[in-house]
């Protein structure tokens, strides 16, 4: 089993950066697949972006491609994303998650969540 904890969201501009972090408890971080969603109000939650447990390969979706990149450390049981270029569309809850394989955008098979880190784009 895993917890998760996201941190590092906040306010910023459109055109501006941020960059979220993830927190994991335990000794099987390194073990799981990592994954990043979004949910913006009265909207569904939405794939972002994963990671395999190397963090040798990536998978991203169309809306950010080129503008976030997910990474990983395994030593210190932290994923990331960084957020660059940001637009008000992005403005979201952030959710780290971890599934036992698989880079597949579908929040279904993700086991393990965290509570969510809020991100507000302003025009």
């Known amino acids: 089993q895993v917890q998760l904890v996201e941190s590092g969201g906040g306010r910023v501009q459109a055109g501006g950066s941020l960059r979220l972090s993830c927190a994991a408890s335990?000794?099987?971080?390194?073990?799981?697949?990592m994954g990043w969603f979004r949910q913006a109000p009265g909207k569904e939650r939405e794939f972002v972006a994963a990671i395999t447990r190397s963090g040798g390969i990536t998978n991203y979706a169309t809306s950010i491609k080129g503008r976030f990149a997910i990474s990983r450390d395994n030593a210190k049981n932290t994923v990331d994303l960084q957020m660059n270029s940001l637009k008000p569309e992005d403005t979201a809850v952030y959710y780290c998650?971890?599934?036992?394989?698989?880079?597949?955008?579908?929040?279904?098979?993700?086991?393990?969540w965290g509570q969510g880190t809020q991100v507000t784009v302003s025009s």
């Open positions: 998650a971890a599934r036992s394989s698989g880079l597949g955008p579908s929040d279904r098979l993700y086991e393990y």
């Open positions: 335990g000794r099987t971080f390194s073990s799981y697949y």
